[in-house]
Nanobody
Framework: QVQLVESGGGLVQAGGSLRLSCVAS????????MGWFRQAPGKEREFVAT????????YYADSVKGRFTIARDNTKNTVYLQMNSLKPEDTAVYYC????????????????WGQGTQVTVSS
């Protein structure tokens, strides 16, 4: 198994940037495809970005393309989500996820989840 801990959330103004980090322990991160999801109040958890084990492939939700970047550093067992040009509609709890599949767009493809970190974007 693997344990995931997110950090880096907070309150920012619209147009600002944040970098979220997800540190894995228990198993080495290079065994997993990784994803970021988010969940706003009253809404289901939605896909944000995914990256495969070797970082050769990434995929983003249309709502964040061109603004967010997912990256991983397997030597540090860490996955990042760089968020630029933030909008109020990006406000949500952001979750890091790991799966035995190479990568995935569905939350059902992931086996392990972090506790979430709150991102709030003010207008």
């Amino acid at each position: 198994q693997v344990q995931l801990v997110e950090s880096g959330g907070g309150l920012v103004q619209a147009g600002g940037s944040l970098r979220l980090s997800c540190v894995a322990s228990g198993r080495t991160l290079n065994s997993y495809g990784m994803g970021w999801f988010r969940q706003a109040p009253g809404k289901e958890r939605e896909f944000v970005a995914t990256i495969n084990r070797s970082s050769s492939s990434t995929y983003y939700a249309d709502s964040v393309k061109g603004r967010f970047t997912i990256a991983r550093d397997n030597t540090k067992n860490t996955v990042y989500l760089q968020m630029n040009s933030l909008k109020p509609e990006d406000t949500a709890v952001y979750y890091c996820a790991a799966g035995t599949a190479a990568w995935g767009l569905s939350r059902y493809q992931y086996n392990y989840w972090g506790q979430g970190t709150q991102v709030t974007v003010s207008s």
